[in-house]
Structures are given as C-alpha cells and as structure tokens.
C-alpha cells in the first residue's frame, strides 16, 4: 500500500491535489481512500491531505504514521512532528527556491525541491501551485502516469485547463531533469 501526506496551508490547493492524485490513481483502477484535515479551517492555516492507495480494497482507517511519500507545499511546514514519521526511503517534495540540500538535515528522507511558484506564473497561475507540485510529484512517485495526471487536470479544471495541463507538464519535466 502507497501512503501519502500533503501538507499545505489553507488557500494553497492541497486538499485539491490529494482529490486529483485520487482521481489519478482511480483512472488507473487502483483502490484509493482519501481524507483531510483542516487546521482552523481558514486561509493559512495548516491544512493536510491523507491518501492511500492500493491495488485491493483498502480497510485502514488509521491516520497515516509512515508515509512512503510527502508533498509540501510551504516549506515552513517541515515540522518534527511531520518529519518524525519519515523513514529513509520516505520522499519527499518541497515547494521551495532552496535546493534539496537545504532540508536534507531535518530528515531521513528523499529529498526533492521545486519552485512552484515560478513554474505556475510562466505558465499563466499565479501563484496556484498545486499543478505544478502535482506533476513534480509524479515524476518523483512514478506513477500514476503523467498522462493520467495530466488528463485528469484537463478533466478537473474549471478555468484555465490549458495553463493547469502545462504547470503539471512542466513541474513533471523539469523534477525528472532534476533526479
């Protein structure tokens, strides 16, 4: 069973990220069970998705204690109480300007970073990232398919599809040129 963790801030996108890595993963006729948590359910606050995904129905109904992965999208998240669930083969995909390096300190984990937020503002989003992080983080899991991630943005996207398709296009491009 894959474990996922996305940690982002309320605003940011990432309970919608861990919707759309769900819609992926289903597309791809895995089991998937997906739950989030809000912080104070405001703008800012701390807000985590949890997924799980597995290719026979998934009974858990845990918290997630051991993630296999984590995508963060503020780097000011990587708490010791986020980062005391990371084992060596955890990895992790942080929203940063600040290369891998930086956070290779706070954790056993794989460390992978990203600057979302320009790769969403050359591709039209402003500062919507969660495309951009969506496709770095494929590209780091491999899997599900970049197609089926890319298809199910273009599905899920209410405006600016085509800018969300080539974000999640270029975030995917420019982490596996990184790897």
């Given amino acids: 069973m894959l474990e996922i ?3 982002g801030r309320g605003g940011q996108g990432a309970q919608t ?3 759309l890595l ?3 993963f289903f597309a791809e006729g895995k089991y998937v069970q997906v739950f989030a948590t809000y912080g104070g359910a405001r703008r800012g606050t701390p807000v985590s998705s949890f997924l799980r995904v597995d290719d026979s129905p998934i009974r858990r109904r845990c918290d997630i204690e051991h993630p296999d992965a984590i995508l963060c999208f503020d780097a000011s998240l990587l708490d010791v109480k986020l980062l005391e669930r990371v084992g060596e083969e955890t990895m992790i995909v942080v929203n940063s300007v600040s290369p891998a390096t930086t956070f290779e300190e706070l954790s056993a984990g794989k460390m992978y970073t990203i600057d979302g937020l320009q790769v969403s503002q050359e591709n039209g989003l402003g500062g919507f990232i969660n495309s951009t ?3 770095a983080f494929v590209a780091v899991l ?3 398919d970049i197609e089926t991630m890319r298809s199910t943005i273009a599905e899920s996207s209410p405006v600016k599809t085509e800018e969300n398709v080539s974000a999640c296009m270029a975030g995917f491009q420019l982490m596996r040129n990184a790897i």
């Fill in 5 to 7: 963790i996305i940690q």
């Fill in 17 to 19: 990220a861990g919707n």
């Fill in 22 to 24: 769900a819609r992926a």
């Fill in 133 to 135: 992080l969506l496709g």
């Fill in 142 to 144: 491999e899997r599900p």
